[in-house]
């Protein structure tokens, strides 16, 4: 895969973030919360300085991550001793991790740079809601209807997720364009996703997955999300990483020119 060329999309405002302050003060205000323990946007604004710049931190990670910390001091306007002093919280309570970043070039001397990124920990505080709820219900129908009724459910989930934005999608044109429509509609959908324009077409990536921990026990979920991106898009995709599996995005390869000539049927039928 040749080297990303750009990259586009713009992450929407999320309705719910959970709190996240790197000082644990029991005196310190508590941040306003709805139902189910997560801290509404507009609660946002009642979290001390440093709650707020943990949770732009945190969001960062999700978005872009892996980065460095020098890219997330860029990104925030914050000193490196402040980033350090976050991301070492979250290292310790566990709600982020690193990996070392690849070398390009002849080896030189010194570490390599760490880059930083959410473990599954730190996803959760952007919602994992009912998780085990889902798991035990999809093993009761998996038990008591098999396997064709999983597959059945996941084609309906995914269907009323990308359903209501299946207009605005399919009137965008060309592939490279629905590709950019249903990122903003996943994004709208809880998903964070943009995307970015590599050499052989486009990659659709969603940094947020709310189904993840599902996801990873009955892959049909992530099979019927495929399916369904590739009638949207109208041509053939290929799903290149998932969070489910252990990356760090949920990646699908677009390609400009589909090399098979494959035109995806729409729900009516009909090529797209």
């Not at 070492?88 to 566990?94: E, K, V």
């Not at 629905?178 to 969603?206: D, H």
Request: hydrophobic content about 40%; proline content about 6%.
């Amino acid at each position: 895969m040749t080297q990303v060329t750009a990259r586009r999309g713009a992450f929407a405002s999320w309705r719910e973030i959970r709190h996240t302050n790197v000082v644990k003060n029991s005196d310190a205000p508590q941040e306003p919360t709805a139902p189910g323990g997560v801290v509404p946007v507009q609660g946002l604004t009642a979290l001390s300085p440093e709650g707020r710049t943990r949770h732009e931190l945190a969001r960062l990670l999700l978005e872009e991550g892996p980065v460095t910390a020098v890219v997330v001091a860029d990104r925030l306007g914050i000193s490196p001793t402040a980033v350090r002093r976050h991301l070492d919280a979250m290292l310790a309570d566990g709600e982020a991790e690193t990996r070392d970043a690849p070398r390009r070039g002849p080896r030189g001397r010194g570490r390599p740079a760490k880059l930083f990124l959410l473990t599954e920990a730190g996803r959760a505080r952007f919602g994992h809601a009912y998780d085990d709820l889902a798991v035990s219900a999809i093993r009761f129908l998996a038990e008591h209807a098999g396997e064709d009724a999983v597959r059945a459910f996941a084609q309906r989930r995914v269907a009323s997720l990308v359903g209501p934005h299946e207009a605005a999608v399919t009137a965008s044109g060309e592939p490279a364009q629905r590709a950019e429509a249903l990122a903003a509609a996943l994004t709208r959908e809880g998903y964070a996703a943009s995307t970015r324009q590599v050499g052989s077409g486009e990659q659709l990536c969603q940094h947020h997955c709310p189904v993840a921990h599902v996801a990873a026990e009955f892959p049909q979920l992530c099979e019927a999300e495929t399916e369904a991106f590739a009638k949207l898009l109208g041509t053939h995709v290929q799903r290149l990483a998932t969070i489910a599996h252990g990356d760090s995005v949920c990646t699908t390869h677009v390609p400009v020119e589909d090399p098979r000539g494959y035109r995806a049927r729409t729900p009516d039928g009909g090529s797209a």
